[in-house]
């Protein structure tokens, strides 16, 4: 089956920790995002990656870091330096960075 | 800036048709989409439309887009109680990253 797949689906951690969301796909789309979506709000976009080895920050990207070391997967790490991290985190691939995005099934990070 | 908006709730009876609308600021946008989030679960895409479009058809979704006043609207014929969801309108910003911009979504209730 292809997809994408996140894990873990509900991660729980303390405050001062970092932590990281796993997001793998064997769509072999070059191209991965990473949104965030809070309550009651449309998703906000994190960092982006066009093609392996590359990223690009989103709107959001304070807080937070990636990597892109192989294509199928793009790992997100909420650093303790994001003041709100409790959300529901979206990962997102796309053929190309022009073609439409398919979203995988969301983690989420409840922080206390 | 670039801006979505959608209404927040509509409610509507099995069997009627519902109407969902969302209103766009980018002129330039390339493609719009539409995109279904169940509770607690990923965003699935539904449909999208080329902004040189007015109308596209898919069984039981149609979309329409009205280019002059910045309006795209979900239509959902025979509305089925597994229709209830919340339905994100979403704009490509323009440029090669294809970055998206979400509106807050309409939650649709559909009474039995």
């Known amino acids: 089956d292809g997809g994408i797949t996140q894990s873990p689906k509900y991660l729980f951690r303390k405050e001062g920790q970092n932590v990281t969301l796993s997001c793998e796909q064997n769509l072999n789309h070059d191209a991965m995002y990473w949104y965030r979506q809070d309550p009651g709000q449309g998703l906000r976009l994190i960092y982006y990656s066009q093609i392996v080895n590359d990223f690009q920050k989103g709107d959001i990207a304070e807080g937070y870091s990636v990597s892109r070391e192989k294509k199928e997967s793009f790992p997100l790490t909420v650093t303790s330096a994001q003041k709100n991290p409790t959300a529901f985190y979206l990962c997102?691939?796309?053929?190309?960075?022009?073609?439409?995005?398919?979203f995988g099934p969301g983690t989420r990070l409840t922080v206390t | 800036g670039e801006d979505v908006e959608q209404s927040l709730f509509l409610s509507v009876r099995e069997g009627d048709s519902s109407v969902i609308n969302c209103t766009y600021t980018d002129s330039s946008s390339t493609y719009l989409y539409w995109y279904k989030q169940e509770p607690g679960a990923g965003l699935q895409l539904l449909t999208y439309i080329f902004s040189n479009m007015d109308m596209k058809q898919d069984q039981r979704l149609t979309v329409l887009l009205n280019k002059k006043d910045k309006h795209l609207s979900l239509r959902i014929a025979d509305t089925q109680t597994g229709d209830s969801a919340i339905y994100f309108c979403?704009?490509?910003?323009?440029?090669?990253?294809?970055?998206?911009?979400f509106g807050t979504g309409t939650l649709l209730a559909v009474q039995p």
């Open positions: 979403a704009e490509s910003g323009g440029g090669a990253t294809n970055k998206l911009i």
């Open positions: 997102a691939s796309s053929i190309s960075s022009v073609h439409e995005q398919y």
